[in-house]
């Protein structure tokens, strides 16, 4: 019996040490925030319902396609990445998937006065202005027309993009992933020659100054982030990066909850490949542990009524 007792005894302060002490440190140690909400509320709300047709016509007009390719409405992309990261010190991303994946209240915002959106005004001025410009209107009212615009990219955006397309619309033109031979200037194809991996090599060495420059940082790879990061935290460091890193140059882009989660479990897919393995593992090895013990407990209690 004093053995049971010790057994419990020793159950219990591991289970006290891993739900009560180690949660505890842990809220001890990280900074305080509030969680992500992707309510956007310091910005302000345009509550006009767009017509898509007209923003079709805005969006020419207006210019974003002399920086931004829209692959779903057969606009191709004005210059190469490598171009255009010479440019604008970054690719502007295609907006195919734009109405889908931001905000639309974020999205409306960001096309009035992109660095206010993106949390990052304080880095440029008149002298060094954000690469993207403010949208002024062309000649009605600039939150009907910003709505058109918006209507227009949410009627050509694919309705179910996948993690990693996502991830590449979202992300993809700061951040590489090197596990899935993600680059900032696209999916690395196969490369066979040495001269080509140098080339390829070349390209995204080139691009990354460009965005050093621009950024004053160079993005990190993102391929075993999720190690570092918990997901709640990568849920709020995307939702708002300067509640986490004070004056960061990372861009709050301003995506939806579920896109959030699909760029968070993208990261998942490739930088924790065996999670979902590792937990169904648990439950196993508890249940081994305690089919284990009451061997042991019976095999000892024979042995002590033959000795007795
Ligand atoms: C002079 C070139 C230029 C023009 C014109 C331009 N953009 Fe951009 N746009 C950029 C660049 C560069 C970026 C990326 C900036 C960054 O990530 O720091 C960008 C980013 C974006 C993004 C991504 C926002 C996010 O949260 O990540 C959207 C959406 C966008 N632009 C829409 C538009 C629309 C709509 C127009 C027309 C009203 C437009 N752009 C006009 C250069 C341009
Ligand atoms: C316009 C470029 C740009 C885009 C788009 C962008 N990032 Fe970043 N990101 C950066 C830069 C620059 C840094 C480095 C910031 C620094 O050191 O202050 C960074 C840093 C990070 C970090 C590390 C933060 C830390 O604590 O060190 C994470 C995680 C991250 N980004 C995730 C993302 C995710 C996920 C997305 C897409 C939802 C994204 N980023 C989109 C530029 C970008």
Known sequence: MRELKIFGILVFFTLLLYWGVEPYAHSKMEKHVAPADFKFSDLKAINYKGDPAKGKKLIVNAGCTGCHGIKAANMPAPMS???????????????????????????????????????????YNAKKPFPMPQFFGTGGDKNKEVSDIVAFLQSIAPKDLNDKETFEAACGRCHSVKYDKWYQIGQQPKLKTETEKLAFKLKVSKYLDHIKKYMGAT??????????????????????????????????????????????????????????????????????????????????????????
């Open 81 to 123: 990445k490598e171009a255009a990261a010479a440019s604008f010190g970054v690719a502007p991303p295609d907006l195919s998937d734009a109405g889908a994946i931001y905000d639309p209240k974020f999205l409306k915002n960001f096309i009035l006065n992109p660095a206010h959106a993106m949390l990052t005004a304080m880095k």
């Open 219 to 308: 993005p990190p790879d993102l391929s075993i982030m999720i190690r570092a990061k918990s997901k709640e935290e990568l849920e709020t460091f995307i939702d708002n990066p300067q509640k986490l890193l004070k004056n960061t140059s990372m861009p709050r882009v301003g995506l939806t909850k579920e896109s959030t989660e699909k760029v968070i479990s993208y990261l998942e897919s490739v930088g924790d490949s065996k999670k979902a393995e590792r937990e169904s593992l648990i439950p196993k090895i508890i249940g081994f542990l305690i089919i284990f013990t009451l061997f042991a407990y019976l095999w000892k209690s024979k042995l002590w009524k033959e000795v007795h």
